[in-house]
């Protein structure tokens, strides 16, 4: 493989570009090829995949992204020590036993959708999944967030968030696009986040005693021992975490949906399962491997982009500085000898005895290595706590249901998911 033999073919949207890299995926787990003028590495075997991001981060990383006039210096798009000591004072938040302090917040935002369909489907009248789903997974980190339910003002505020979001390129260095209002949803976002910050300070203020933890109060206390976090950085942070707090768990929860609508007989044998199964932990494996089986098929985070600092060898064949090197968990998860069947929805494949690889890599719907995806933890918890109380109790039916999908930013379902309702009896 050199990179004067890699293919060259025109990329003049997201959805083709993902023909692109599965042509290219054929080749084998590394591919050598072009987009433009850029010479590109393509990474779907595991073993590449865990060498490029757990291995040698340090070789391979983040430059230019994507979503920087969004996020600023939040998180996801800080490189070096800023990145490390910012991602110390969050971990512990969404770990396993850190996300147990926000499932109040969780349960309440999952009970107010579950009442939203209770209420539709008693009067017969139709509900948009999409919007259900954004809904909740706003509201849930809006709430862990700043202690308070997400309210209808602020919800139409940060619409801008979904506007910028939709504009942003595939990967670092591409254009946005240019149809959507992006600046003035920036100036939305700015003015809801820096009102929200304010808010904060003053209650602060008020309150020195029995504080409710908060994300945003935490930010607020490192702000008064580390000069680093200023006013703007707070700002990206609270920004990084709603966006990354809800986009990905919302997608995943449309697309489950849509999963369970073209294949009435797993929605079917998944109901079985569930009224038969003996106990709580039971039943949240059938949901858990639902949410796994979606991530495979559809992991929000479908091409993790990274650039080669430096001169290396991956697998054999020279990587030159420069160089971009695309992950591709969407092929990774597709690879026959991998997954048998790949395309075959399967959550059998997450329950005990079921067949999938071994390989740490062979499933990163959240990402590896250091930088693999913060807030997996909450994420799967949330979508949890929702789905019990949903998929026992509704059936919707989507009308028409999306048959395509849209590789941007994120992996989303092209349409509405507008749905009738039908009660479940168990």
Known sequence: MTLDEAKSPPVQSSNNMIELLREAAEDGPLTALRIGDR???????????QQVLARRPDVYVKRGHRARRLLGDGLISATGEPWKSQRRLLQAQFTVAGTKRWGQHIAAAAERIAHRWETAVTAATPVDVGQDMRFFALDTIWRSLTG????????????????????????????????LAVDAALRQIDITAHRVIASARAHRARETSDRS??????LLDASEGDPHYTDRLIRDELVTLLVAGHETTAQTLCWL???LDRHPDVHE????????APDTARRDALLGALVQETLRLYPAVWLIPRHAAEDDVLDGHPVAAG???LVCPYLTHRIPALWPDPERF????FLPGGERPTHPAAF?????????????HFALRETVTLLRLLLPAYRPSLTPAPRTAVFGANLRPQGSLRATLTRVSL
């Open 323 to 325: 160089t971009s090197v």
């Open 213 to 218: 933890p908060t994300l945003l109060g935490l």
């Open 257 to 259: 949906f849509v999963l």
């Open 148 to 179: 308070a339910a997400l309210d209808e003002v602020t919800q139409r505020e940060l619409d801008a968030v979904d506007t910028v979001v939709a504009s942003l390129p595939t990967t670092a260095g591409g254009a946005s696009d240019p149809s």
């Open 269 to 276: 044998q998944f109901l079985t399962a569930y009224a038969a």
């Open 39 to 49: 010479p590109c590495v393509l990474v779907t075997g595991p073993e590449q995949t």
């Open 364 to 376: 990163q719907p959240f990402g590896i290595g250091a930088r693999a995806c913060l807030g997996q």
């Open 346 to 349: 399967d959550p059998s494949r």
